[in-house]
């Protein structure tokens, strides 16, 4: 059980590395959001189910699921309604200057 | 003793550091929402973690739920009132 956990939790972490690297280098608010949206769900998905192995099957791991579903639900909305307010006040794309 | 458990602390942590970054430096104020999300979400899975290694997840998990449902309030309440409001001269 130990080795399924901590496998899980790795692949998880580097998801989120990936996530955090996208957040400080991408040039624009749409781009991070890409990053940021996509990847930190996938990697909550992996952390999580992680966790659930961890102690074998009890109570703990339906509520690490609930939370799982609350996020998932969660993240994309999220960052929809905020994409949205900053298209709608005027923000724009980042796109590549022409010579 | 320092286990494997600690280690994903030590990254959790400072993948925090880095969204913070973003948070205090981000141009528009949706930059700094977007940064806000990440952290909320690395604060529930640093509270699974915690409880993990504590061995106690049946308590830490619940307040772990309860992080998720102020997610809510942080992200989508606030996205929603901007959009509203407009926010050309933050």
């Given at each position: ?23 400080v ?15 930190d ?37 999220i ?17 590549k200057?022409?010579? | ?10 990254i ?16 528009t ?38 992080y ?6 942080g ?16």
């Amino acid at each position: 059980m130990l080795a399924v956990d901590t496998l899980l939790i790795c692949i998880g972490l580097f998801f989120l590395t990936v996530a955090a690297i996208g957040i400080v280098r991408l040039p624009d608010v749409f781009s991070r959001s890409h990053a940021l949206g996509i990847t930190d769900t996938l990697g909550t998905f992996f952390v999580l189910i992680g966790v659930a192995f961890y102690q074998g099957l009890t109570l703990s791991d339906v509520k690490v699921l609930l939370i799982l579903l609350a996020l998932w639900h969660l993240n994309p909305v999220i960052s929809h309604v905020i994409l949205r307010a900053a298209l709608r006040n005027g923000v724009r794309p980042w796109v590549k200057e022409k010579k | 003793m320092f286990t494997l458990y600690h280690f994903f602390f030590l990254i959790l942590t400072l993948l925090i550091l880095v969204y913070m970054y973003r948070v205090l430096q981000g141009p528009t104020v949706y930059d700094r929402i977007l940064g806000l999300n990440g952290i909320s979400t690395k604060a529930i899975i640093l509270l699974t973690i915690l409880g993990s290694l504590n061995e106690r997840l049946e308590m830490f998990v619940d307040i772990a739920l309860g992080y998720a449902v102020l997610n809510i309030i942080g992200g989508l309440a606030i996205g929603k009132y901007l959009e509203h409001k407009g926010t050309r001269e933050c």
